[in-house]
C-alpha cells in the first residue's frame, strides 16, 4: 500500500452534510472488475452534464479551472456515508485525491480509506472554517499535511491546525503496512482461539457439506 | 457486572486486543456477492493468499444479475457480466459455497443468508454490502464492510475492529394498524439524524420490538447503517428460534431431535441484555401515535408521516439549509408542501430492506381486487427464489400482477440501478427500499421510500398515500408488529 507521510495539494470544497458513496461513484460508473480506472466515475452525477457522459459541468468545483489537479477533498459531516462500495476510495485515489477533511465520516468509508492509503481527516467546521479564513474560494488554494506530527498548515495564510488520529491508523498509513500480514503472523494465536471457540460453541460450526 | 448483549457478543468473539481501542474479532461467517465480493476473491487471488475456511464463506448473485423472466449472464449494465463469471471463477477456485444465478437458493445475500440458517443469533457476520446489518434482526452480530476487509476476514477469519460505543433504543406503546417496522426505522433516522447512530452498536428493544415478527425486525435493522450505526441487532427469542427451525445450514439442520440444534437454543435463549445493563446511550420512542412514513428528500434522514407537509425553510446560510435547498431542487418539491397526493410515475416492491414473504402478503392482501392507477408502471421483485417460490404457492403473483405489477426474478434490481435496470430518467418513483440518494434508482430519478403497504397503496392511488386503514387486516399486516 502507497504510504502516506506529508503532502501539499490544492483543496477542493464540498461541503454539504451526508455526502453519500452513490455520489462519490454511481453504480454505473463501476464497470471493471478492477480497483483501477474508477477516477473518470468519481462524482460523475455532478461532473458531467449527463449521464454517463464525459462532457464536464463547468459550475462542478473540480472541473473549475486549476481546480483539475485537486488532491485534497473537503466535505461536510458524515462524508462517505452510504454503500459500503470501496469503489468509492479507489476513485478518489485514481482520480489523486490523497487525503479527505470532514468533520466526520461514514464509518465503512473510513477505514476503506485507510486500508488504500488514502488519508481521513476528521476536523471540526470551525477549524476547517478557521485553516481557509481570508482565502477567495472562487481561487485554488493548497494545504499541507504532515501525518508524522498530525498538522495541517496553510502556506498563504500561515495558519496551522493540528488533527489526531488513531496511533494504529498513522502507523498503518505513515509505513504503507499491509494489515492482512500483520493479523496473518498472529495465525497460531488465531487457531488456539478457534479451538477453544468451538470447543464452547461447538454448534456454530458451519456445514461441511451443502444441504 | 451485567453486562449489554452487544459486551457479550464481543465478548464471544474477542480474539485478542490489538492495542487501547481496536481488537481482533474472530468472524464466523463471511457471505459475498457479484459486485463488491468478485474483487475480495480476486484481489485475494493475486495476492497469492487463499481463503482460510471456505465452508464458513458464501457468496450469492444479486446485485448486477438482471431480474427479467429468462434472465442469463446478460445484464442491461455494460460489462455486467464480467462481474457475474469473475465471481463464479474466483468462488469455484476458492472452494466457497456459490449461490449462482440458476441456483434455486439464489436470491439477495441478506435475504438468502437468514432463510438458509447460514447467519444465527450469536455469530459475527460479515459482507461487503452496508446492509449486513439486516441480520441483526435474527440477533446476528453483523455489519457491512469494504472489500479490502472482506479479503482480510477471508485470509485469516478475524477483522481488527475499534470497539463501538453501546446504545438501546426502546420502542414503546403499540403500533397502529398499517404502520410497520420501515415506519419505525424512518422515523427513528428523521428524529435522530442520518448520523445519529454514528459510533454505536444498537440494539432494539421493547414492547413493539418484541411484538414485531422475525422478518420485520430485519426490516428495522436493515436500516440500522441509514442511521450511520455500526450495527443494530434484536435480542433472539422464540419466535427467531421458531424461524430458525428446518433452515439447511442451521445446526443440526434445525432438526428438534439433533444435539447440535440443542444446543444452540439452549445458547440463544441466555442471549439477551442483563437486566441493569448500562448503555452510552438510550432512547425512548412512543409508538402509539406513529402514522406511514415517506421520505420527501434525498437522505433517509428527509423523511416525515405521510400526513405531514414538509419541512419549512430552514434559517438562511445554515448548513440544515444547503442541504434542504439540494434536496429540493433535486427533489422537484417545495418547503411546506403537503407529501400526500404528490403525483408519481413508479411503484418498486423489493431490496433486502422489504423482499420477503411477509411484506408481499401485505402488498397482496392490500391489492387484491385493485388495480395500480393509469399510467404507472410497478415492479416486484422477490428476495430469492425461495421467496418467490412460496409467494407463487400461495397465489401472491397472480394477485400483483393482475393488479398491474410486473413479477421479477430475485435481485437487488431497482434498489440502485442494478445491472442497469430503472423506471427511467427523472421518474418519480415510491420504493419499498432503503436509500433515497440523488441518483441512486438511475439518473435524476426521485425516489420516495416507504413501507410495502404505502408503495402498494401509491401504487393504486397514483400518488403518495398510506393505505386506507379499514383496508387492512390486521391479522395479516405482518410487516407490521400487529401479530
Excluded at chain 1, 502516506?4 to 453504480?27: E, K, M, Y
Excluded at chain 2, 434472465?71 to 474466483?90: K, N
Excluded at chain 2, 415492479?379 to 400482477?401: F, N, Q, W, Y
Aim: charged share 20%; glycine share 10%.
Amino acid at each position: 500500500m502507497q504510504a502516506f507521510t506529508q503532502h501539499t495539494g490544492v483543496v477542493a470544497a464540498l461541503r454539504q452534510i451526508n455526502i453519500d458513496t452513490d455520489a462519490i461513484i454511481p453504480s454505473r460508473e463501476m464497470k471493471r472488475v478492477s480497483k483501477e480506472g474508477l477516477g473518470e466515475g468519481l462524482f460523475a452525477a455532478w461532473r458531467y452534464t449527463l449521464p454517463g457522459g464525459r462532457e464536464p459541468r463547468p459550475d462542478f468545483v473540480l472541473n473549475k479551472p486549476g481546480f483539475e489537479s485537486s488532491s485534497i477533498i473537503i466535505g461536510g459531516s458524515n462524508f462517505g456515508c452510504g454503500s459500503s462500495r470501496e469503489h468509492a476510495v479507489w476513485a478518489l485515489k485514481d482520480f489523486g485525491i490523497r487525503a479527505v477533511i470532514a468533520p466526520s465520516f461514514g464509518q465503512i468509508f473510513y477505514t476503506n480509506c485507510i486500508n488504500n492509503g488514502v488519508l481521513p481527516i476528521r476536523l471540526s467546521d470551525e477549524t476547517i472554517d478557521a485553516l481557509l479564513k481570508d482565502c477567495d474560494p472562487s481561487q485554488p488554494i493548497s494545504l499541507s499535511i504532515d501525518l508524522a506530527d498530525c498538522s495541517i498548515k496553510n502556506p498563504s495564510t500561515g495558519t496551522v491546525a493540528g488533527f489526531d488520529i488513531d496511533p494504529a491508523e498513522q502507523e498503518t498509513l505513515l509505513l504503507g503496512q499491509d494489515k492482512i500480514s500483520q493479523t496473518l503472523a498472529r495465525a497460531a494465536e488465531i487457531a488456539t482461539f478457534r479451538e477453544r471457540y468451538y470447543q464452547a460453541h461447538q454448534w456454530a460450526k458451519a456445514s461441511e457439506a451443502a444441504p | 457486572m451485567p453486562e449489554s448483549l452487544f459486551d457479550k457478543l464481543w465478548k464471544r468473539h474477542h480474539v485478542c486486543a490489538l492495542d487501547e481501542r481496536r481488537s481482533l474479532i474472530y468472524i464466523d461467517r463471511i457471505f459475498l456477492h457479484e459486485r463488491t465480493g468478485s474483487i475480495a476473491l480476486k484481489s485475494l487471488q493475486a495476492d497469492g493468499r487463499r481463503v482460510a475456511n471456505p465452508s464458513q464463506v458464501f457468496c450469492t448473485m444479486d446485485h448486477i444479475v438482471d431480474t427479467f423472466p429468462g434472465r442469463g449472464d446478460a445484464t442491461l449494465m455494460p460489462s455486467g457480466e464480467q462481474f457475474i463469471s469473475a465471481t463464479r471463477e474466483a468462488a469455484t477456485a476458492a472452494g466457497i459455497q456459490l449461490f449462482d444465478i440458476d441456483d434455486p437458493r439464489q436470491g439477495i445475500a441478506h435475504v438468502v443468508a437468514a432463510e438458509e440458517g447460514i447467519a444465527l443469533p450469536g455469530l459475527s457476520h460479515v459482507c461487503p454490502d452496508s446492509h449486513t446489518c439486516t441480520l441483526g434482526g435474527l440477533g446476528v452480530l453483523a455489519w457491512g464492510i469494504g472489500s479490502t476487509e472482506a479479503e482480510h476476514a477471508m485470509a485469516t477469519q478475524t477483522l481488527v475492529v475499534e470497539k463501538p460505543k453501546t446504545m438501546r433504543i426502546h420502542f414503546g406503546g403499540k403500533l397502529q394498524p398499517g404502520v410497520s417496522a420501515k415506519d419505525l426505522i424512518l422515523y427513528l433516522i428523521a428524529q435522530h439524524g442520518a448520523a445519529g447512530g454514528s459510533g454505536y452498536a444498537v440494539e432494539f428493544a421493547g414492547p413493539v420490538i418484541e411484538a414485531l415478527d422475525v422478518e420485520a425486525r430485519m426490516s428495522l435493522c436493515n436500516m440500522a447503517v441509514e442511521f450511520s450505526a455500526f450495527t443494530g441487532f434484536v435480542a433472539p427469542d422464540a419466535k427467531t428460534i421458531d424461524y430458525l427451525k428446518g433452515r439447511p445450514y442451521a445446526p443440526g439442520k434445525g432438526q428438534a431431535s439433533h444435539p447440535d440444534w440443542q444446543a444452540a437454543c439452549a445458547d440463544w435463549q441466555q442471549l439477551r441484555s442483563d437486566v441493569d445493563a448500562v448503555f452510552d446511550r438510550e432512547i425512548h420512542i412512543d409508538c402509539s401515535t406513529l402514522g406511514p412514513q415517506v421520505s420527501w428528500g434525498t437522505n433517509p434522514q428527509q423523511s416525515i408521516a405521510v400526513s405531514e407537509k414538509l419541512p419549512a425553510l430552514a434559517a438562511a446560510g445554515s448548513d440544515a439549509r444547503s442541504s434542504q435547498d439540494k434536496a429540493l431542487s433535486y427533489i422537484q418539491l417545495e418547503a411546506g408542501q403537503a407529501i400526500a397526493g404528490t403525483h408519481i410515475d413508479a411503484a418498486f416492491i423489493g431490496s433486502c430492506t422489504n423482499s420477503r414473504l411477509s411484506d408481499l402478503r401485505t402488498v397482496a392482501e392490500y391489492l387484491k381486487g385493485k388495480h395500480i392507477a393509469e399510467g404507472i408502471a410497478a415492479v416486484c421483485v422477490p428476495g430469492s427464489k425461495h421467496v418467490k417460490r412460496a409467494a407463487e404457492a400461495e397465489g401472491i403473483d397472480k394477485i400483483l400482477i393482475a393488479a398491474g405489477f410486473e413479477w421479477r426474478e430475485p435481485g437487488c434490481s431497482m434498489c440502485f440501478f442494478a445491472g442497469g435496470e430503472t423506471f427511467g430518467e427523472g421518474k418519480r418513483v415510491i420504493s419499498s427500499t432503503n436509500r433515497n440518494f440523488e441518483g441512486r434508482q438511475g439518473p435524476k430519478v426521485k425516489t420516495h421510500i416507504a413501507s410495502p403497504l404505502t408503495v402498494a397503496a401509491s401504487a393504486v392511488a397514483g400518488h403518495i398515500c398510506a393505505a386506507e386503514t379499514s383496508a387492512i387486516d390486521t391479522q395479516t399486516s405482518t410487516a407490521g408488529a400487529a401479530g
